[in-house]
């Protein structure tokens, strides 16, 4: 058996799984390049099958297991996995929606909104481990994280910084939408959290599924119609109101449901590409001014990113550019399809203290 290594699982939006060696990164991958289905949402049983191929490991050599994330919806789909399959098959157009759609869409945000418990974390561990099981680990320890400490880690381990301010910002895991942190002296110390009630990254996903498009997966091109409108000032923006951020901390105006509502009236009086352009500026006024405020807070000047709201190439080029921001690094992978690395990252720092990883090749 060797000592030091450890799997990394996430089995869900763009799953997949990576294999830690100590500081070392094995290997990684996520299960869309291997079923073919882009942003997977299966359980990751080739990307382990593959981990396990390519660094030569079997099951029972493997003691330590890491995986994120034990809120009551992603418990539920745990248990269920076919309402997440059908959410994935409406999702990308595969599927046509039923009469029941708009009651479902609903409900989704509502319970992703409950955070995690002891029964869930009980209820998840039971459903993981005979998932493990029948992929032949036997006498392992399983540890769950928390979703946006997975992306802190990620983000934060992988950035060679000595200090830097760490936000994480993306739809909502855990009953969270971010988290602000200092990470200092191979730590990561938490400043505050963001509900996922106030959500920057349901704010752009209600936009991107306004347009027509594929939420969680199609907001990079809302970012890239948006320069196909004129600009229109800050204060006649409709959009710059739906945020008020005081500090490092956010609070939406409107919940979920209702912040949809009150966009498709917006929509109504504006082509679609004003639409886009006032929802972008909203987004980098929104994320721009809370970095400003963090950057204060912590007095560093350096910064590290991750969530899938930094997916966002405009917003992450405003915030490289502002003046007091001096080293600046977003996790490569920065999305969900980082989690399998991030709560391998957390166990890692977890069992032997490790807190800086380099990751040499992305091929």
Not at 77 to 89: A, I, N, Q, S
Not at 188 to 213: A, C, W
Request: proline letters at 3%; hydrophobic letters at 40%; charged letters at 25%.
């Amino acid at each position: 058996m060797k000592k030091g290594i450890i799997l990394g699982i996430w089995d869900g939006h763009d799953s997949g799984a990576a294999i830690l060696d100590g500081a070392d990164i094995l290997f990684a991958v996520n299960e869309e390049r291997l079923t073919r289905r882009k942003l997977e949402i299966a359980f990751p049983t080739q990307s382990i099958l593959l981990c396990l191929k390519e660094t030569g490991l079997s099951p029972s050599q493997i003691k330590e297991i890491a995986i994120s994330t034990w809120d009551f919806s992603k418990t539920l789909t745990r248990v269920f996995p076919h309402l997440k399959e059908e959410y994935y098959l409406i999702r990308r157009r595969k599927k046509p929606p039923g009469i029941f759609t708009n009651i479902k869409k609903i409900a989704k945000y509502r319970l992703t909104e409950i955070g995690p418990s002891s029964l869930y974390e009980k209820i998840t561990r039971k459903v993981v481990n005979k998932e493990l099981f029948k992929l032949g680990f036997s006498n392992y320890n399983l540890h769950l994280f928390n979703h946006h400490f997975c992306h802190a880690t990620s983000c934060a381990f992988a950035s060679q910084l000595d200090k830097a301010l760490v936000i994480t910002l993306d739809g909502i895991g855990d009953g969270l939408s971010g988290s602000i942190s200092l990470f200092e002296e191979g730590k990561i110390k938490p400043i505050s959290y963001i509900s996922g009630k106030d959500s920057l990254g349901v704010f752009f996903e209600h936009v991107t599924n306004l347009l027509n498009m594929r939420e969680l997966e199609d907001e990079g091109k809302v970012m890239a119609l948006a320069n196909y409108a004129y600009p229109v000032d800050d204060s006649k923006n409709p959009l710059i109101n739906f945020f008020d951020v005081n500090g490092v901390n956010l609070k939406a105006r409107y919940s979920s449901i209702a912040m949809y509502y009150q966009m498709k009236k917006i929509l109504w009086l504006y082509p679609p590409e004003q639409f886009a352009n006032m929802a972008q500026r909203a987004l980098e006024v929104f994320v721009t001014k809370l970095v400003e405020n963090g950057i204060k807070k912590t007095a560093t000047s350096n910064i590290a990113m991750a969530g899938g709201v930094f997916s966002n190439i405009k917003v992450n080029m405003l915030i490289k550019d502002m003046e007091n921001i001096d080293k600046w690094f977003v996790f490569p992978h920065m999305g969900d399809g980082g989690l399998a690395l991030g709560a391998a990252f957390a166990l890692a720092h977890k069992l032997y203290n490790i807190s800086s990883f380099d990751i040499k090749d992305l091929m």
